[in-house]
C-alpha cells in the first residue's frame, strides 16, 4: 500500500534499523522503544491487522524470526511477542506486527 509506512520501510523509502529480513519477514527497531529490546516483526506484505491474515503460514514465519532476533539480542530467557489487533487494541499502524520486547524484568498484566 502506498501510504502505508511500514510498507515504505519494507521498500527501503523509509529509513529504519533493520535486525532480520527474509522474503517474507522483516522486524526492525520501534522508533519510541518502550522495553530496552523492543522490535517490530511485521510481513513485507500488506496485512492490515490479524484479524484479516488468511495463510497463516506467515504467523508461523513471524515467530520464527522473533525466536531468532531473540537468540541475537539476549533476550531468549524472557520476553513478549504482542499484536495489538485493530483500534479498540491500541493498533495505529495498520500493516500486521507483533512487538517485541524484553531486556528487563517485565511487569504482570
Ligand atoms: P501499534 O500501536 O501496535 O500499531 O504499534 C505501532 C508502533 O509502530 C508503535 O510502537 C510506534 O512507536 C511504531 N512506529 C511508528 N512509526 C514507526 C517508524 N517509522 N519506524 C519504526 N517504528 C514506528
Ligand atoms: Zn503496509
Known amino acids: 500500500m502506498s501510504d ?3 510498507c515504505k520501510i519494507v521498500k527501503g523509502e523509509l529509513p529504519s534499523t533493520k535486525y532480520y529480513e ?3 519477514v522483516i522486524a526492525f527497531a520501534d522508533i519510541d522503544p518502550k522495553a530496552p529490546v523492543h522490535i517490530l516483526l511485521a ?3 500488506h496485512i492490515p491487522t490479524m484479524h484479516d491474515v488468511k495463510d497463516f503460514t506467515i504467523v508461523a514465519d513471524i515467530h520464527k524470526a522473533a525466536q531468532i ?3 541475537e539480542q539476549g533476550i531468549a530467557n524472557g520476553y513478549r511477542l504482542i499484536n495489538n489487533c485493530g483500534a479498540d487494541a491500541g ?3 495498520f500493516h500486521l506486527h507483533y512487538h ?3 531486556g528487563e524484568k ?3 498484566f
Open 69 to 71: 532476533v531473540a537468540e
Open 4 to 6: 502505508c509506512i511500514f
Open 106 to 108: 517485565l511487569t504482570s
Open 91 to 93: 493498533q495505529i499502524v
Open 100 to 102: 517485541l520486547m524484553g
Open 22 to 24: 527474509d522474503d517474507r
Open 43 to 45: 510481513p513485507k506484505q
